[in-house]
């Protein structure tokens, strides 16, 4: 049997080539280019009523309207901007270098003192909104209404800032940290419950399904089969919310709820530049120590979560 040279065509094999389709005519390919014949395929978008074509540009001219009459209510004044820049470039060149001057251990303790009130804080409301997220949940409570009226209930705390409850409970119990503590609380059983009844609802059936088919009860099948599911879920979010808190306790130091926020207001008050600056400089290494500390937890809690799921 005779093998065929190297490079010579084998006559035999299959061609790995598809067979050519057919030439479409010139008179598609023209029609296909002409106005006229694409304007007849698609008259929907061609013959669109003037409303809708027109709706667009009414939308944007409603949007500049409306910025056009902003800048004017609220007498934004470019040429003020100009000047203000001026002065910040003034006060960063006070800045430095920063200094705490004779107040480092005082800075500290304040420190210490807004951390514990965001600590505190994240607590307190995550113990009360999870709950909370229980009764919001539908997979929990069939009750539409009881779910509803507990979603309206976190929606309407959840819309009152932080700064706004501080200076409700400096009214309540007084200027301090334990007014701060309970800002920070009321603020987060909103957001909590929000987040941990998604949490919950997004939560696997089967393994309450499991509990209820050996007999157990409604409040086994939550307690074993869907509480698990969702713990590290919750932790996760607990942490994230310690770090924003960090950041929130020092806002509302400022109106007198405790912390290192309380100093930056009196500091900037007396213009004391360095100090202000040593001060912010303090917290921005705080919160990126935490930022760093709270996402390797979170990613281990996940992760401990997916191993033992696999």
């Known amino acids: 049997m005779s093998v065929p040279p190297v490079g010579a065509p084998d006559h035999g094999a299959p061609s790995a080539l598809p067979p050519p389709g057919p030439v479409e005519p010139r008179s598609n390919l023209r029609d296909k280019a002409d106005p006229a014949a694409i304007r007849a395929r698609h008259r929907a978008l061609f013959d669109a009523p003037l409303v809708r074509r027109l709706r667009p540009v009414a939308i944007v001219a409603i949007l ?88 309206r209930g976190l929606d309407t705390i959840r819309g009152v800032d932080v700064l706004i409850w501080a200076l409700i409970f400096i009214n309540v119990v007084g200027l301090g940290p334990f007014a701060g503590i309970l800002a920070i609380a009321a603020s987060d059983i909103g957001s909590f419950g929000k987040l941990f009844s998604e949490a919950i609802e997004n939560a696997d059936r089967k393994p309450v399904e499991g509990v209820l088919s050996t007999g157990g009860s409604q409040l086994h ?5 869907l509480v698990p599911q969702v713990i590290p879920v919750i932790a996760s979010q607990v942490l994230y919310y310690f ?67 696999d």
């Not at 099948?221 to 089969?225: E, F, K, N, S, T």
């Open 64 to 151: 500049v309207g409306l910025t056009v009459l902003a800048v004017w209510r609220l007498d934004v004044s470019f040429a003020r901007l100009g000047s203000g820049l001026v002065q910040i470039a003034t006060i960063l060149g006070q800045m430095f270098p920063p200094t705490p001057g004779s107040h480092l251990a005082v800075f500290l303790h304040a420190l210490g003192e807004t951390l514990a009130i965001a600590l505190l804080g994240t607590l307190v409301g995550a113990v009360i909104a999870f709950p909370l997220g229980l009764l919001a949940a539908k997979n929990v409570i069939p009750n539409v209404f009881a779910h509803f009226t507990v979603r």
């Open 221 to 225: 099948a939550v307690r074993y089969g």
């Open 243 to 309: 770090e924003s808190n960090t950041r929130s306790a020092t806002i509302i130091g400022i109106v007198g709820a405790g912390g290192i926020g309380l100093h930056l207001a009196e500091q900037i008050r007396v213009l004391e530049w360095g100090k202000v600056a040593f001060l912010v400089l303090m917290i921005l290494v705080t919160v990126a120590i935490i930022d760093f500390a709270s996402g390797k937890l979170r990613f281990a809690i996940i992760g401990r979560s997916a191993i033992a799921v």
